[in-house]
Every structure is written in structure tokens, then in C-alpha cells.
């Protein structure tokens, strides 16, 4: 059995993220630009529910 899903790789993301779509960083897997900088100026990942980037 394959993993295609995951957890955003950014600790206080609650988002689930496609392997095959989501953004590559150090070998690691985010949700949006937001989380794989760091959430650089308090930005993020803008999905429903999570404030990842105030965290």
C-alpha cells in the first residue's frame, strides 16, 4: 500500500496535503508557499480553519 496524503509538514498547519502536488522543501512536504518559508510577515496557508501562520 502506497501513502499518497500526509499532514502538512509545518508543525501548526492542520492541512492533509496530495504527495504528488504538494510543494517540495528540504525534502519535506507543505501546503502552500506560506508553510514551506516559514510563514515569513505572519502569512498563512489561507485554508479554511487554519491559522498556521499565527501560530
Same mark, same amino acid.
Given at each position: ?7 502538512? #509538514? ?7 496535503? #496530495? ?6 522543501? #528540504?525534502?519535506?512536504?507543505?501546503? +502552500?508557499?506560506?508553510? /514551506? ?5 505572519? /502569512?498563512?496557508?489561507?485554508? +479554511? ?7
Amino acid at each position: 500500500m502506497t501513502t499518497t496524503t500526509q499532514k502538512c #509538514d509545518c508543525g501548526p498547519c492542520l492541512c492533509t496535503v #496530495d504527495l504528488a502536488t504538494a510543494i517540495q522543501k #528540504d525534502g519535506k512536504h507543505y501546503c +502552500s508557499e506560506a508553510c /514551506a518559508n516559514g510563514h515569513e510577515g505572519g /502569512a498563512c496557508c489561507g485554508n +479554511s480553519g487554519c491559522n498556521c501562520g499565527q501560530a
